[in-house]
């Protein structure tokens, strides 16, 4: 049965096997051949020159179809499409020999059964497959958070979507997703037969790796492609003066790291979300993902924690679960909050949840889903600003309100907990690490068995 789990294990099936080529490097292999495979599906084949093509490279053999394909990846880049361009930049291959080419040419087969609407979801599964192997340094955010974020977001269409630190794409994508299934314009528009709206996303990412693998996951979900969906650069560095101000801004700023430019002294997570507050539209709403450290350390960052809800309505606050950005061993919260509409308006009450307390740690075999943060999404309620009426579930629940003059005599820190954790929860994470290493053992064992 090749179900879509299936098809995507037989992709990643040779990751394992090709020595010297680390998950990521793999994976953009995978990347740029898919693209050559599936240009003709998405239209793209009217930008490909016709000496470059999938039919061409596998017609060839040994050190032909090698030296071919790194002919096909360099003037890819050099491609005036620029969201070609984008995802062949700078390539070269990690590729050792003719052999390796031929491993990962012959596993894409397994796609010939997949038709072109679920290749976005083939591709997302092949993100979150990396994002679990322990050599991974794509910092990719667990997809189940990034469409739990969108969901309480609420993006409609019209509205200018912001990413300042893209990575691969994904809540760009959750957000075109979300408003396509959600949209009554779409079904408008299939009775009047007028063509949709251009959705607009402002969305920028400094690593080239990163971008392309974005811009493959927009392509690949069917995302406009007459724009440039993801940009390469720096959001701290660009002319603040050009970015129009967003409707709605998501990101995940737990991977942020510290710019080269000496401007910026400080951790850029609290550069970029200075950024994000100063480019949000007046009742604008942002959800943003940041580190633990970011919401107690003093100086420059409890500046811009003070200025968040001065200027701001933060009006709810998430404590996420030990492990979910395995390997990445980073503690993390949810921001949410609403650009303020008036002078006057501000920060008055925060709810604060906490999702991580006597809870089960995650990891590489116990993945974060939409169920463990069912509970939360209930309290938060239907209203994308957390209008919604909240009641605190008492004193040793995980849903409080703190008012803004407590939060002000505790240095405005927002990393608030107020429950202990239990010896029995120290030992359920014992007996994960333990069945971790237990794991990762018989792989190594089954490993050598077969060689």
Same mark, same amino acid.
């Given at each position: 049965?090749?179900?879509?789990?299936? /098809?995507?294990?037989?992709?990643?099936?040779?990751?394992?096997?090709?020595?010297?080529?680390?998950?990521?490097?793999?994976?953009?292999?995978?990347?740029?051949?898919?693209?050559?495979?599936?240009?003709?599906?998405?239209?793209?084949?009217?930008?490909?020159?016709?000496?470059?093509?999938?039919?061409?490279?596998?017609? $060839?053999?040994?050190?032909?179809?090698?030296?071919?394909?790194?002919?096909?990846?360099?003037?890819?880049?050099?491609?005036?499409?620029?969201?070609?361009?984008?995802?062949?930049?700078?390539?070269?291959?990690?590729?050792?020999?003719?052999?390796?080419?031929?491993?990962?040419?012959?596993?894409?087969?397994?796609?010939?059964?997949?038709?072109?609407?679920?290749?976005?979801?083939?591709?997302?599964?092949?993100?979150?497959?990396?994002?679990?192997?322990?050599?991974?340094?794509?910092?990719?955010?667990?997809?189940?958070?990034?469409?739990?974020?969108?969901?309480?977001?609420?993006?409609?269409?019209?509205?200018?979507?912001?990413?300042?630190?893209?990575?691969?794409?994904?809540?760009?994508?959750?957000?075109?997703?979300?408003?396509?299934?959600?949209?009554?314009?779409?079904?408008?528009?299939?009775?009047?037969?007028?063509?949709?709206? $251009?959705?607009?996303?402002?969305?920028?990412?400094?690593?080239?790796?990163?971008?392309?693998?974005?811009? @493959?996951?927009?392509?690949?979900?069917? @995302?406009?492609?007459?724009?440039?969906?993801?940009?390469?650069?720096?959001?701290?560095?660009?002319?603040?003066?050009?970015?129009?101000?967003?409707?709605? /801004?998501?990101?995940?700023?737990?991977?942020?790291?510290?710019?080269?430019?000496?401007?910026?002294?400080?951790?850029?997570?609290?550069?970029?979300?200075?950024?994000?507050?100063?480019?949000? $539209?007046?009742?604008?709403?942002?959800?943003?993902?940041?580190?633990?450290? @970011?919401? $107690?350390?003093?100086?420059?960052?409890?500046?811009?924690?003070?200025?968040?809800?001065?200027?701001?309505?933060?009006?709810?606050?998430?404590?996420?679960?030990?492990? /979910?950005?395995?390997?990445?061993?980073?503690?993390?919260?949810?921001?949410?909050?609403?650009?303020?509409?008036?002078?006057?308006?501000?920060?008055?009450?925060?709810?604060?949840?906490?999702?991580?307390?006597?809870?089960?740690?995650?990891?590489?075999?116990?993945?974060?889903?939409?169920?463990?943060?069912?509970?939360?999404?209930?309290?938060?309620?239907?209203?994308?600003?957390?209008?919604?009426?909240?009641?605190?579930?008492?004193?040793?629940?995980?849903?409080?309100?703190?008012?803004?003059?407590?939060?002000?005599?505790?240095?405005?820190?927002?990393?608030?907990?107020?429950?202990?954790?239990?010896?029995?929860?120290?030992?359920?994470?014992?007996?994960?690490?333990?069945?971790?290493?237990?794991?990762?053992?018989?792989?190594?064992?089954?490993?050598?068995?077969?060689?």
């Amino acid at each position: 049965m090749n179900t879509i789990t299936d /098809i995507v294990q037989k992709l990643m099936a040779p990751a394992k096997h090709l020595h010297g080529v680390p998950i990521h490097a793999y994976l953009t292999e995978l990347t740029w051949l898919l693209f050559l495979k599936t240009a003709p599906a998405f239209k793209e084949a009217a930008h490909v020159p016709t000496h470059l093509t999938w039919e061409i490279l596998t017609h $060839k053999s040994g050190i032909e179809q090698y030296e071919y394909y790194q002919k096909v990846i360099k003037e890819l880049g050099q491609n005036r499409n620029h969201c070609i361009a984008g995802i062949y930049a700078d390539a070269r291959t990690s590729l050792k020999n003719p052999e390796q080419l031929t491993q990962v040419i012959t596993v894409l087969a397994a796609i010939d059964i997949v038709s072109i609407d679920e290749l976005g979801e083939v591709y997302e599964m092949l993100l979150e497959n990396c994002a679990h192997a322990e050599e991974n340094n794509l910092y990719i955010a667990p997809r189940s958070l990034v469409d739990f974020i969108t969901i309480l977001t609420q993006p409609q269409s019209g509205e200018l979507i912001q990413d300042p630190l893209a990575g691969t794409a994904s809540l760009v994508v959750a957000a075109d997703q979300y408003i396509k299934m959600t949209s009554d314009e779409i079904f408008e528009i299939s009775l009047n037969k007028q063509k949709p709206k $251009k959705q607009q996303f402002i969305a920028i990412e400094p690593n080239l790796v990163r971008q392309r693998l974005g811009l @493959m996951n927009c392509l690949l979900h069917q @995302m406009d492609y007459s724009s440039m969906p993801i940009q390469w650069g720096d959001s701290l560095l660009s002319d603040k003066q050009t970015w129009p101000l967003a409707d709605v /801004i998501l990101s995940v700023l737990v991977f942020a790291s510290e710019p080269a430019d000496e401007l910026y002294k400080h951790d850029v997570s609290v550069a970029l979300l200075q950024h994000i507050y100063k480019t949000l $539209k007046p009742g604008g709403r942002a959800a943003v993902v940041l580190p633990d450290k @970011m919401l $107690k350390a003093t100086g420059p960052a409890q500046q811009v924690r003070t200025t968040l809800l001065d200027t701001c309505v933060l009006h709810t606050v998430l404590r996420l679960p030990k492990g /979910i950005f395995y390997p990445h061993k980073v503690l993390a919260h949810v921001l949410f909050f609403k650009k303020a509409d008036t002078k006057n308006e501000k920060t008055e009450t925060v709810w604060f949840y906490d999702s991580r307390t006597n809870l089960p740690t995650f990891g590489q075999y116990l993945h974060l889903t939409r169920e463990h943060l069912k509970p939360f999404e209930i309290v938060y309620g239907d209203d994308p600003l957390g209008q919604t009426t909240r009641v605190a579930d008492g004193e040793n629940g995980r849903w409080h309100s703190i008012s803004r003059d407590s939060l002000s005599k505790q240095g405005d820190r927002l990393d608030l907990c107020w429950l202990q954790e239990t010896d029995e929860n120290i030992v359920t994470e014992d007996i994960w690490e333990m069945l971790y290493k237990t794991v990762e053992e018989l792989e190594l064992l089954t490993d050598i068995l077969r060689e």
